[in-house]
């Protein structure tokens, strides 16, 4: 039996073993390793050492990422909004406030909704801060308190059902903090701080920008709920919706033509442990 | 107040930030460089996001304007990353080019903090950026082909010399100078 070239090329070799094959090409190689030992074991070292490499890949950029400046977020968001008004031919004054502006809401949708009120300082939270909390989340006890289902959401909220985010809420430093994790996605994805419950008024919502989550909190029945929603899927929804407010975007049929009753707050995170 | 789009945009592009900045700054080595090319590359996103199809590799579309950019920045300052001299370069081919006996069996668990991050830094630039975007940043073979204009076939050879190239700083770490090389296990 002829030895086929590709075993005596080591880039080839790399690719047999990442995959990077059609499928029939895939089964002729394996078939070949099959049926030679010698050849099988030091593609085998070979594939230990891809496997090394790749967990180290990994980790390095974990850490990587972790070292962003955290000021980039807001020097992109400033330019991304200077880009928009440059583009749109805006006056002087208008381009200004979108500089001042984009550095705390980097990362806000806000298009449909109402944004009021001074209760907080909105910044976007660079993803890599996110990632920073996941020991001390895993150290956390377990959820309280805070809208894990459907029935336990305020209006039987849906998101809750298909938005995606469960979290644990805790006092700590004399407010609660929603503590934020992906079901399918273990370990968390960080903490954030919110308001005491019981502190907005009436029809008042917070809505907490989170890398790609955004947490809107709501005072309903003396007790504070937090509503987890990944941006993507608001936005989805609210392209779903066009030309209405917001409402429906997250309360679906129970909502329709109906007007935005909320007051949207912005509110401020910070982390509260690392 | 934002647009659906700026919003989508947003949604689809600025999640990636940390990626673009890690990746600019193993292009350009420097820290201001790369928040600069990180910047320039999301303002050029924002511009051509209307050719952008929904569902394809966001991650890769924005890499790809990112390296643009750099080569771009390259040409207008007219520099061009340091050369390999060229017996360096022909050494690497024949060494890579070879099947080896037997792999080292690192120690990856024990290589010290930043260990490989430092040794992919050591790479020359043409097969550096295979590496990192394979074993870092986990685009496949195509992904980094677009990336990088160049064929499949270059990528393959390319990513292939500088894990070569990487493999012999790591064993230099983990090996005494002078060291005779460890035998793998037996073939």
């Known amino acids: 039996m002829t030895t086929p070239a590709w075993t005596q090329d080591p880039a080839e070799i790399d690719r047999t073993i990442e995959g990077e094959l059609p499928p029939a090409e895939r089964e002729a190689r394996a078939a070949v390793l099959a ?97 920073a909390a996941e020991a001390a989340v895993a150290a956390d006890p377990g959820p309280r308190g805070c809208a894990h289902d459907e029935a336990e959401s305020p209006l039987r909220f849906p998101p809750v059902r298909d938005g995606l985010r469960i979290w644990a809420c805790v006092e700590r430093d004399g407010g609660t903090v929603a503590k934020l994790y992906r079901p399918e996605e273990l370990p968390s994805v960080g903490y954030a701080a919110m308001p005491a419950p019981g502190t907005a008024p009436g029809a008042t919502v917070g809505r907490t920008d989170l890398g790609d989550t955004v947490v809107f909190d709501i005072a309903y029945g003396r007790k504070a709920h937090y509503i987890a929603v990944r941006k993507d899927w608001l936005e989805r929804q609210r392209m779903l919706t066009p030309g209405r407010e917001s409402c429906r975007a997250c309360h679906h049929l129970s909502r329709v033509g109906k007007d935005n009753p909320h007051k949207i707050v912005e509110r401020s995170w910070k982390l509260v442990a690392r | ?21 890690a990746f600019a700054l193993s292009l350009t080595r420097r820290r201001h460089d790369a928040e600069d090319l990180v910047q320039d590359t999301f303002l050029k996103a924002q511009r051509a996001f209307g050719s952008f199809q929904p569902g394809t590799n966001a991650k890769a579309w924005l890499f790809t304007i990112l390296r643009r950019l750099h080569i771009d920045r390259f040409r207008r300052a007219r520099l061009r990353p340091t050369p390999l001299p060229e017996d360096e370069l022909a050494e690497m081919g024949r060494d890579a080019a070879k099947l080896p006996e037997a792999e080292p069996d690192l120690p990856w668990d024990d290589l010290p903090p930043g260990a490989v991050e430092d040794a992919i830094q050591t790479i020359p630039d043409p097969f550096r950026l295979p590496v990192r975007l394979r074993d870092v940043n986990g685009f496949s073979y195509k992904e980094i082909g677009e990336i990088l204009a160049i064929p499949p076939g270059t990528v393959m050879s390319r990513l292939h010399r500088g894990r070569e190239w990487l493999k012999r700083e790591l064993v230099s770490l983990v090996e005494p100078p002078g060291a005779a090389p460890k035998e793998g296990p037996p073939a």
């Open chain 1, 35 to 131: 049926a030679d030992a010698a050849l099988a074991a030091r593609v085998e070292a070979r594939r230990r050492f891809l496997a090394g490499l790749a967990a180290a890949g990994r980790s390095a950029d974990t850490q990587a990422r972790a070292a962003v400046p955290p000021e980039l977020a807001a020097r992109v968001g400033a330019a991304l909004a200077a880009g928009d008004a440059a583009g749109a031919g805006a006056p002087p004054r208008l381009l200004r406030l979108a500089l001042a502006t984009a550095a705390v809401l980097l990362l806000g949708l806000g298009a449909s909704f109402f944004v009021g009120g001074d209760e907080g300082d909105a910044v976007a939270m660079p993803p890599a801060v996110l990632d």
């Open chain 2, 1 to 21: 107040m934002s647009s659906p789009q700026d919003a989508l945009f947003e949604s689809t592009c600025l999640p990636f930030l940390p990626d673009l900045y």
